[in-house]
């Protein structure tokens, strides 16, 4: 016998009775504006949140936020994404994958209210490990995009891609003395512009 | 150290007299303790969604093979592969042969206790694969050579001092004067060393906290994102994990996500959730493009119908062992094995054997706390009780025990001699109590070397008893 047909066999046979079908659970939900609900829970996860009225203001934030970290005028944007057509002033912009001292600046086409969660399905355009090389990445969020919950965004999304990623502030570790470090193996900061209209 | 539960009574009396584990047994309350209590007061009604939770892993863990069968032919569609393994050997040996195929030399690994239970490291070293710990406490004590001290922070019971002197040893390029006294120093040293690693592994391993049927997916959460460089950057990604971690979809695994890191460090999130479905697609530019999952029984199933299905249930947030009294008094090494405090002792001793990790059900001052905090509700000092009964029905209680146990029994069996007995000692202890302590007894016992025993007042509960009616 396989080892397949071995491992469910022993469980078929072991089998006394079998629980029902769970129920729907249904999660408590913030009152408020869900952009607002987001960004107030992003921040407080350590990220540099800013709500900005138009794309016309990204520009400038993004030079705003490399020159408040001290880093250089540069950025990466992934190739094939609709921010190649970003007009970045005074910002050179790179197409290959960022360095673990680079920024990157990325479009998140989901966010979570509940849990101020940036949501990143990969595909064209949209590579998962730039959420994890550079040292700094710059999300750009549209307020319409966030919804409530997990279950919302599971609901548009439909099949899922190769990889989902659920970005909660910048990578963190406690495992020294249970002492929350930042900057672990991913970013150390994590912006989100928050755009308006 | 060779970890052996059978050891575990002196190791736990060593461990109490260890100095330099105390801090770290403090933090359990300070940090992981005090952190899940605000977080579960924060998130509102946190019992209905504990009921919720059970109900997804109840259900799971009695559907286990259609899950599985479900969850392999959605693994396939995406092209990825499933591979079974009964037991530890079969398991290291598949993954072995996958490694071997992709002509891996080195393989980065995200933190996985199941490659613990399987002793995955070591069998690849002994094969000439090279395997590296990414998770920042598993690097730590992958470079000490010592097992994890706790089921999600592994190097729990070391100081920074201890970690600096680690580093110091082991990174012999580096400058030795350079200063590691500050944590961030340290976890920036280890994240530029590691990250040349992920550059150029030739596979990654990562382990898995749910498993989705209807997507063929695995999730990991982890807060430093090393899981998913292990992940993304080299050719193969092997998921390993245990066959009792599929729930039916997403939605399943949206509620036990609200559950799992609330219970464990107290946060409302992971810092990163990542939802792995097969290989890269084809408009990718990254991910792996081979992916597979191997799913490990070793004594899982053998549980299903027994006293002890419900530990099952089990999502390794580790909330039991940092609410235990016992764990908090000796930490993880003493017990041996790879699932300590709580949750060890329930499920050690079933899928170990009894003979071999009985110690762990014993553990227990049956105190409650850890069914309490479990958010799926595993009644784990009942399955302790269960194995407790199994040791002492099949004569592998120790000889001091079963004889006190037997006396008692008959004592308690004959009314008359029982009220005699406990009228004799209570009078006994009064006359050898001294200012009403009794301060020590003509039998060898540790008991009286660090404790006083107040002296009885005079009349038995049943005179009292008596008495009043």
């Known amino acids: 016998m396989s080892a397949r047909d071995a491992i469910l066999e022993s469980i078929r046979v072991r089998r006394l009775a079998r629980a029902p079908m769970p129920g729907i659970y249904r999660a408590p939900r913030s009152d408020g504006d869900l952009a607002e609900v987001f960004a107030k829970k992003m921040s407080a996860q350590h990220a540099d949140v800013r709500m900005l009225d138009s794309m016309a203001e990204v520009p400038a934030a993004i030079a705003d936020i490399l020159r408040g970290r001290n880093m250089a005028a540069t950025v990466h944007v992934p190739p094939g994404s609709e921010l190649e057509t970003l007009a970045l002033p005074n910002v050179e912009v790179r197409r290959g994958p960022p360095g673990p001292f680079d920024a990157a600046v990325t479009r998140a086409p989901f966010a979570i209210a509940e849990t101020g969660t940036l949501v990143y399905p990969s595909g064209k355009g949209a590579p998962a490990s730039w959420h994890f090389r550079p040292v700094l990445e710059i999300a750009i969020l549209r307020a319409g995009d966030v919804v409530a919950e997990l279950e919302d965004v599971l609901a548009k999304l439909g099949p899922l891609p190769s990889t989902l990623n659920l970005v909660s502030g910048p990578s963190r570790t406690g495992d020294i003395e249970q002492t929350m470090e930042l900057g672990a193996h991913g970013p150390k900061a994590l912006a989100v512009l928050v755009v308006r209209h | ?386 194995w407790r009964a199994v040791e002492y029905s099949s004569g592998l209680a120790p000889k001091a025990i079963t004889r006190g146990l037997g006396l008692w029994a008959f004592a308690a069996k004959r009314p008359a001699l029982y009220r005699f007995g406990t009228r004799v000692a209570a009078r006994l202890l009064r006359l050898m109590a001294s200012s009403g302590m009794v301060r020590a007894l003509p039998v060898k016992n540790g008991w009286f070397a660090v404790r006083d025993f107040p002296a009885p007042h005079g009349k038995t509960f049943q005179q009292q008893w008596k008495a009043r009616r």
């Open chain 2, 1 to 386: 150290m060779s970890p052996d539960p059978k050891a575990f009574p002196q190791a736990a009396r060593d461990a109490l007299k260890d100095p330099l584990l105390r801090p770290a047994l403090g933090r359990l309350k300070t940090h992981f303790g005090a952190g899940r209590a605000a977080a579960v007061q924060r998130y509102g009604d946190f019992e209905s969604l504990r009921e919720a939770g059970k109900a997804i892993r109840d259900h799971a863990v009695t559907h286990l093979d259609d899950l599985l069968v479900t969850f392999e032919a959605s693994v396939n569609a995406r092209g990825g592969t499933v591979h079974w393994a009964r037991d530890a050997s079969e398991a290291r040996r598949a993954i072995l042969t996958i490694l071997q195929d992709a002509g891996a030399g080195t393989v980065t690994k995200g933190k996985s206790m199941v490659t613990e239970e399987i002793a995955l490291n070591p069998f690849l070293e002994a094969n000439g694969i090279v395997p590296v710990e990414t998770d920042l406490g598993e690097y730590i004590i992958q470079l000490r050579k010592e097992p994890p001290s706790h089921i999600i922070a592994p190097a729990f019971h070391l100081s920074k001092e201890q970690v600096a002197q680690t580093f110091l040893a082991a990174h012999t390029g580096l400058d030795p004067k350079r200063s590691l006294e500050e944590r961030n120093a340290l976890v920036q040293e280890a994240r530029a060393i590691l990250r040349a690693q992920f550059e150029t592994a030739d596979a990654g391993i990562t382990g898995a906290n749910f498993l989705s049927a209807a997507d063929g997916a695995a999730v990991i959460v982890t807060n430093e994102g090393n899981g998913d460089l292990t992940r993304l950057l080299p050719k193969t990604h092997i998921v390993v994990t245990g066959i009792e971690k599929v729930v039916r979809d997403m939605t399943d695994v949206a509620v036990l996500l609200r559950l799992l890191p609330r219970s464990a460090t107290g946060q409302p999130i992971s810092t990163y959730v990542s939802v792995m479905a097969g290989p890269r697609g084809t408009a990718e530019t990254d991910g792996p493009e081979n992916f597979h999952i191997v799913l490990v029984d070793n004594g899982r199933s053998s549980l299903i119908g027994t006293e002890a299905q419900d530990v099952l249930r089990c999502i390794r947030c580790s909330a039991c062992i940092n609410h235990c009294p016992i764990y908090g008094a000796v930490g993880g090494h003493a017990y041996g094995a790879t699932y300590m405090g709580p949750i060890g002792a329930a499920l050690n001793p079933g899928v170990m054997g009894v003979a071999e990790a009985a110690h762990h059900a014993n553990a227990s001052t049956f105190c409650g706390r850890c069914a309490e905090v479990c958010p799926v509700m595993i009644p784990l000092p009942k399955i302790m009780r269960h």
